[in-house]
């Protein structure tokens, strides 16, 4: 007979989850006057925080979102020519001058590898002209991230009065930049030889499983750090603003993660449940006390369509009945027994 497949369209709802108490990592080492999150990058969920939404300097972190701006929106093989504004740019530089040429690629691995704050400007300027420009771009670009309470007024980080984020917001920026191939290449880069740059974080050599981000210090700002590190599948981003032992602090806080939280697999793609074929793999980070709360919720419209592309039901995920995941079951084909 035919028999109508269906399948969960892909896109899912993700709720990020308040962390329980019982996974909460020590606060020993953490600053009173900083802040601190950790969050699953698949997913978003927010496994840790501390002062999460105080906003606060990011110093050269800022730049994390410079990069994936410019390797979002330009051909990173395009030579451009150094502007005089971003020469002698105050601060961290890789010493560019005035009408030399580099790729925007060059430009991108001397502003994270090196911190480039020159690399910054220029990177900025042929991007959106003014440095005003690109700075409206960054607040607006980082709310589309999921950064919802940061203002940007540089590419770089420099001290600026209007340049604030938190914790979270700098977590959520850094979470999506992870899941860009060429963002992830460049920051986990130890050595970019064509240019005999070294890579400034010490937590790629430090750090099982680390995949970068970046570094960040004014005298205004503290010390700050965000690290990106993979193990058994997870990504995982933690970050810490105005932190003086900021690798020991990240290497805790990204332990702590990997050691509370594993991802799990409560939608794998290609599997068929009560006649409907799913297509849709979806992953969340759980405690081993959460994998056994997670309940899957079928829900099917009867008589049950046979119509291609007509909406056959709905497939809800649920944590403590918090919805993680819902989308509808669709009839995708027909297939005969």
């Known amino acids: 007979m035919n028999k109508p497949v269906c399948c969960v369209a ?24 900083g802040a601190e999150c950790v969050v699953e990058v698949s997913s978003r969920r927010v496994l840790h925080t501390e002062n999460a939404e105080r906003r606060l300097p990011i110093a050269s972190t800022t730049k994390i979102l410079t990069a994936i701006i410019i390797i979002e929106d330009c051909d990173l093989t395009e030579t451009i020519e150094i502007p005089a504004e971003a020469a002698g740019t105050e601060g961290s530089s890789i010493y560019l001058r005035a009408g030399e040429r580099y790729t925007i690629e060059e430009l991108l691995y001397g502003l994270m590898l090196r911190s480039g704050n020159d690399a910054a400007v220029a990177l900025a300027l042929h991007h959106s002209g003014s440095i005003r420009a690109f700075a409206q771009e960054m607040t607006e ?22 340049h604030r984020t938190t914790a ?60 990106g590190a993979e193990r058994e599948g997870m990504t995982v981003v933690s970050v810490v603003l105005n932190c003086p032992s900021m690798y020991e602090r990240s290497a805790a806080l990204l332990d702590h993660a990997f050691e509370a939280y594993s991802l799990t ?10 006649g409907c074929k799913i297509r849709y793999h979806f992953s969340y980070p759980l405690t081993d ?31 403590e009945n918090r919805l993680l995941f819902s989308q509808n079951l669709y009839i995708m084909e027909q297939t005969n027994e």
């Open 10 to 33: 892909a896109a899912a709802l993700l709720f990020l989850a308040i962390i329980p108490v019982h996974a909460r990592v020590s606060a020993e080492g953490a600053s009173l006057s």
């Open 141 to 162: 670009r980082a709310v589309f991230y999921g950064a919802t309470d940061s203002a940007f007024a540089n590419p770089h980080g420099l001290p600026a009065e209007d």
């Open 168 to 227: 979270r917001d700098l977590a959520l920026i850094a979470a999506h930049a992870m899941e860009n191939d060429t963002f992830r290449t460049i920051v986990s880069t130890k050595y970019y030889s064509p240019r005999n740059w070294a890579n400034k974080n010490k937590m790629l050599a430090q750090y099982e499983g680390a995949a970068g981000i970046k570094t960040g210090f004014t005298t205004e700002a503290g010390r700050c750090l965000v690290t």
């Open 265 to 274: 697999q409560l939608c794998s793609q290609d599997e068929t449940v009560d």
């Open 289 to 319: 006390r959460e994998q056994a709360q997670v309940e899957r919720r079928l829900t099917f419209i009867e008589p049950r369509p046979e119509t291609a592309g007509e909406i056959a039901g709905q497939m809800q995920i649920l944590l």
